[in-house]
């Protein structure tokens, strides 16, 4: 028997050879047997509970590595639901952006066109139709606003109105056509002279104006006969032998101040007499001259025979 190893054959053995000595009168050797069941006995319980007992631990162990195994998995499948989770909120992320983009994109586009449609109806509102410059509206305006800074800073300025000689002969001659090819022809040949700062727009009909901030008396003249002098050639050559001239009315702030609607007046004036001395040329207003003929007029008026020897305007 190996020491401290106990069967239950063995305690079984110990049990059999007590009740033989027992029934046979060996009372000592019965009470030795017995002495060794009850051992053997008691030994092979506490290795049975000891094995129970490793078999509990053990099964134990198990479960609980079966418990972190099932943990282990439960983790590894919320990880890989998370995974697959953010995998989408990825997605949904992109598909939001690229919605984002696309409507950010649509709006700059509308915003874009709406702009564009607005700088094509403020420019439509502000040029004249046929030849491109200012309109009479928009020319008034921002020539007010060039004479209000030539006056903060005392600067001279020119005011010319120009008007097409004989321009009704020429759509009454050669058509409205004709006549819409000269007044483009005459906007193109004053914009070869023109500075960026100068402001041009159509008055109405064959009537231009220009302003010329910067610009006195000194420099006008030599000016206004470059003017002239581009109008003052063949407008349609490819067409007809058209020959354009013009008359031109100046006045400066230096002797008209600078008010707009005197100005006006005053280059109008000037203009009258361009087109009642023979046409094709330049006027500059002078006051004191314009009085004097004002004068001359008045008496001559006073007599009829005066009066009717007048000639038309």
Do not use: W
Request: hydrophobic share 40%; with cysteine; net charge positive.
């Amino acid at each position: 028997m190996v020491k401290n190893e106990y069967t239950e054959s063995l305690a079984t053995a110990y049990g059999l050879l007590y009740r033989i000595e027992k029934k046979q009168g060996d009372l000592a050797s019965a009470l030795a047997y017995h002495e060794k069941y009850m051992a053997a006995d008691k030994g092979y319980l506490n290795e049975v509970s000891a094995k129970a007992l490793a078999y509990q631990i053990v099964n134990q162990q198990v479960l609980a590595k079966k418990q972190q195994v099932d943990a282990l998995s439960k983790q590894n499948q919320i990880l890989t639901l998370q995974q697959s989770l953010d995998r989408k909120a990825a997605e949904t992320s992109r598909l939001y952006i690229i919605l984002l983009l696309t409507v950010l994109a649509f709006i700059a586009l509308l915003t874009y066109r709406i702009k564009r449609s607005q700088l094509r109806f403020m420019r439509l509102a502000r040029r004249d139709g046929l030849t491109g410059v200012y309109n009479r509206q928009h020319f008034l305006a921002q020539a007010e606003r060039e004479l209000q800074y030539c006056r903060k800073s005392a600067r001279d300025a020119c005011l010319v109105l120009i008007d097409l000689d004989h321009f009704k002969d020429f759509n009454d001659t050669y058509g409205h056509a004709t006549g819409d090819r000269v007044l483009m022809h005459a906007v193109q040949s004053c914009q070869t002279h023109l500075r960026s700062t100068d402001v041009f727009g159509r008055l109405g009909g064959e009537e231009f104006g220009v302003l010329l901030p910067e610009c006195g008396l000194d420099q006008v003249v030599g000016r206004v006969e470059q003017l002239r002098l581009a109008i003052a050639t063949v407008a349609d050559a490819d067409v007809l032998d058209v020959v354009v001239s013009a008359s031109f009315g100046v006045a400066a702030t230096a002797c008209s101040g600078y008010e707009l609607r005197e100005l006006l007046i005053h280059a109008d004036d000037a203009l009258y007499q361009a087109k009642n001395t023979g046409r094709n040329r330049a006027v500059v207003f002078d006051r004191m001259a314009n009085l004097a003929r004002e004068e001359l007029r008045k008496s001559r008026v006073g007599t009829p025979a005066a009066a009717a020897s007048q000639p038309n305007a």
